[in-house]
């Protein structure tokens, strides 16, 4: 079992529509998660993170982490043509001698 | 503020070559860390230096190696390239060493190998 699970996509949504990206891992010692945003021919972007359990919402964009069923997803409301990329989970243990670990990522494409 | 640059953005080399590829990070990062990107891995992760010292290594064969200067600059390098070893290569820059601080990442450089 991978540590990161992530549905590789693609998936293809209506403008408008609300988008739900998820992961799951099997580490219980990962405290610290992220989502990044790859566009097309770029390097991976910080979106939102989050310490342990909880939601966090910024703008358009929700992060959710359920520890408990080791679960984390990402919301987007109101989906915009310029959200179509690959969104990365990513989760640590928020230690100065450990690694992130990325999941695949999800290719998201928002139809007009 | 400049962000992560790294060189050459494109390349090509035939089996058994070396390469070399290069990362400057953001003034004033010390950490900089190395993955390796594929349709079929993902993101993986190659190793991190923060001042001059690797921290951390991921699980690639020895002809992976990397090092990093004192400007914090970093080279990695890819010895007796295999065909499996085209990807694109991802530099990262942080404050902090480890998995603590938020990554910058640069545009990559994308090797193939004939």
């Known amino acids: 079992q991978k540590e990161v699970e992530q549905d590789p996509g693609p998936l293809s949504v209506p403008e408008g529509a609300i988008v739900s990206l998820n992961c799951t891992y099997s580490?219980?010692?990962?405290?610290?998660f992220m989502w990044y945003r790859q566009y097309s021919r770029k390097g991976p972007e910080l979106l939102m993170y989050?310490?342990?359990?909880g939601n966090k919402e910024d703008g358009r964009f929700t992060a959710q982490v359920d520890k408990s069923s080791k679960y984390i997803s990402l919301f987007i409301r109101d989906s915009q043509p310029s959200d179509s990329a690959t969104y990365l989970c990513?989760?640590?243990?928020?230690?100065?001698?450990?690694?992130?670990?990325f999941g695949k990522g999800t290719r998201l494409h928002i139809l007009p | 503020k400049a962000g992560v640059t790294q060189t050459p953005r494109y390349l090509i080399k035939t089996r058994g070559q070396q390469v070399t590829l290069s990362c400057s990070p953001i003034?004033?990062?010390?950490?900089v860390s190395w993955y390796q990107q594929t349709p079929g891995q993902g993101l993986q992760f190659l190793f991190e230096?923060?001042?001059?010292?690797?921290?951390n290594k991921g699980n690639f064969p020895g002809r992976f190696s990397g090092r990093q200067f004192s400007n914090s600059r970093s080279e990695m390098n890819v010895s007796t390239l295999e065909l499996g070893d085209s990807a694109l290569y991802l530099c990262?820059?942080?404050?902090?060493?480890?998995?603590?601080?938020?990554?910058?990442f640069g545009e990559g450089s994308r090797l193939t190998v004939l």
């Open positions: 990262a820059s942080s404050s902090a060493s480890g998995s603590t601080g938020e990554l910058f």
């Open positions: 580490n219980s010692a990962f405290q610290y």
């Open positions: 989050t310490y342990s359990s």
């Open positions: 990513a989760m640590s243990s928020f230690n100065r001698d450990d690694k992130i670990i």
């Open positions: 003034s004033g990062h010390r950490s």
């Open positions: 230096y923060f001042s001059e010292t690797q921290r």
